[in-house]
C-alpha cells in the first residue's frame, strides 16, 4: 500500500462496499470507515501533498474521518481534500429532464448542497442554470428523487449492489476537473469540502443555514492548490429550499460528528 501511494499528487478513494437492500449509508459506516482511514493514512505518510477525493460511501463521515486522520499527522489542508457529490448534480439535471423533456439535461446545471445522502442533498431547482418552471408539488417530489436516487437503484438492482456506472461517469469527470486544476484551468465543481478552505465564501452558506458545521458542499472553483474559492450562489435559494437546509444541516452534524468521533475513539 505505501508504495502505490508514494510520490502521487490525486488519490480517487472508491474503496468499499456498496449498498444493498434494507442498507443506508450508515450501515455502510462501519466497514468503509476503517477502509478510509487505513488509506488515508498511508497517503499522509507518502503523499502528504496529495489532493483526497472520497467517494467511499457515507461520505459526510468518511470526509470527516481522512480530516482527522491528516490532522493527527499535521498535514492537513483543507484545500485538498474533497467529498464527490457530482454524481448528485448528475442526477438533478437527468431528473429535471425527465421532467421537462426540452430541456438539455448536458448543458443544464443544478446547484447543489448540504450533504451526500437522502435528506442532506439539497437541490436548488429555483437557481438552476437554466429558469426551470415547476409546481410546489413537482418542486417536492423532484427534490425527493434526486435526494434518494441511490435507493431507487439500490432497489432496481435488488442485492446486485448499488450505482456504479452513474457514479463511475461522476467520479471520472470530478478527477478530470482536478487534474485540469491542477494545470491551471479554472474549473467549477461541487464538493463536500471543509469550509475552513475558504472562510470568506463559506459565510453566505453558513448564513444560508450551515451554521457553524465543519463540512458542507458547495460550487467550488478549483485551482492548482485545490480549492480556490468557494461559488456565490448569485441568488437566494427559495423557502422550500431554505427549509430543506435546514433539516440537511440537522443531519450533517450527527454524520460528521460520527466521523470524527471514530477517528478520536471518544
Not at 437554466?130 to 432496481?156: N, Y
Not at 469527470?173 to 485540469?180: G, N
Amino acid at each position: 500500500l505505501n508504495d502505490a501511494v508514494t510520490g502521487i499528487d490525486l488519490a480517487i478513494i472508491p474503496a468499499g462496499v456498496p449498498r444493498k437492500p434494507g442498507m443506508t449509508r450508515d450501515d455502510l459506516f462501519k466497514i468503509n470507515a476503517g477502509i478510509v482511514k487505513t488509506l488515508v493514512e498511508a497517503i499522509a505518510l507518502n503523499s502528504p501533498k496529495a489532493f483526497i477525493a472520497v467517494i467511499s460511501n457515507p461520505v459526510n463521515s468518511t470526509v470527516p474521518i481522512a480530516a482527522e486522520v491528516l490532522k493527527s499527522k499535521g498535514v492537513f489542508d483543507a484545500r485538498r481534500l474533497f467529498g464527490v457529490t457530482s454524481l448528485d448534480v448528475v442526477r438533478a439535471s437527468r431528473f429535471v429532464r425527465d421532467l421537462r423533456p426540452g430541456v438539455d439535461a448536458a448543458a443544464l446545471r443544478v446547484p447543489v448542497v448540504g450533504g451526500h445522502s437522502g435528506n442532506t442533498i439539497v437541490p436548488l431547482l429555483s437557481l438552476a442554470s437554466t429558469p426551470i418552471s415547476l409546481s410546489p408539488e413537482e418542486t417536492k417530489d423532484l427534490t425527493h428523487r434526486i435526494q434518494f436516487g441511490g435507493d431507487e437503484v439500490v432497489k432496481a438492482k435488488d442485492g446486485a449492489g448499488s450505482a456504479t456506472l452513474s457514479m463511475a461517469y461522476a467520479g471520472a469527470r470530478f478527477a478530470d476537473s482536478l487534474l485540469r486544476a491542477m494545470k491551471g484551468e479554472s474549473v467549477v465543481e461541487p464538493t463536500f469540502i471543509a469550509l475552513a478552505a475558504d472562510p470568506e465564501g463559506a459565510k453566505e452558506f453558513r448564513e444560508l443555514g450551515a451554521g457553524s458545521l465543519e463540512f458542507f458542499a458547495v460550487p467550488v472553483e478549483l485551482g492548482p492548490e485545490g480549492v480556490k474559492r468557494i461559488v456565490p450562489l448569485g441568488a437566494q435559494p427559495s423557502a422550500f429550499e431554505l427549509d430543506a437546509i435546514k433539516v440537511a444541516t440537522e443531519a450533517l452534524a450527527t454524520n460528521i460528528a460520527t466521523g470524527v468521533t471514530y477517528v478520536k475513539g471518544v
